[in-house]
Nanobody
Framework: QVQLVESGGGLVQPGGSLRLSCAAP????????MGWYRQAPGKQRELVAD???????RYVDSVKGRFTISRDNAKNTAYLQMNSLQPEDTAVYYC?????????WGQGTQVTVST
């Protein structure tokens, strides 16, 4: 059973920053693309950003210039640095590892942006 372990969510004021982390098993990390998705109440889960095993990165338009995805292959960990957070960024954020027909999900971490 592959487990992705997320951390770093919480409550932050508008304009603040958070960094999410996702630790994956060494057996899959170097091969799999790593991604972050989010799901707000009443909305569908959406891709926020992903990074391929080779380092190719994609972002949803709404976070470009504010969020940065990265991966540390030595630590088997992916990160999502989130700056200039806004109330509309409030959601449960999920880590995803994907390769070919295989994908795995983390348990989700709540990010709340509010005064």
């Amino acid at each position: 059973q592959v487990q992705l372990v997320e951390s770093g969510g919480g409550l932050v004021q508008p304009g603040g920053s958070l960094r999410l982390s996702c630790a994956a098993p060494e057996s899959i990390f170097s091969l799999y693309a790593m991604g972050w998705y989010r799901q707000a109440p009443g909305k569908q889960r959406e891709l926020v950003a992903d990074i391929s095993s080779g380092g190719k990165i994609r972002y949803v338009d709404s976070v470009k210039g504010r969020f940065t995805i990265s991966r540390d292959n030595a630590k088997n960990t992916a990160y999502l640095q989130m700056n200039s957070l806004q109330p509309e960024d409030t959601a449960v954020y999920y880590c995803n590892a994907a390769w070919s027909l295989y994908q795995y999900w983390g348990q989700g971490t709540q990010v709340t942006v509010s005064t």
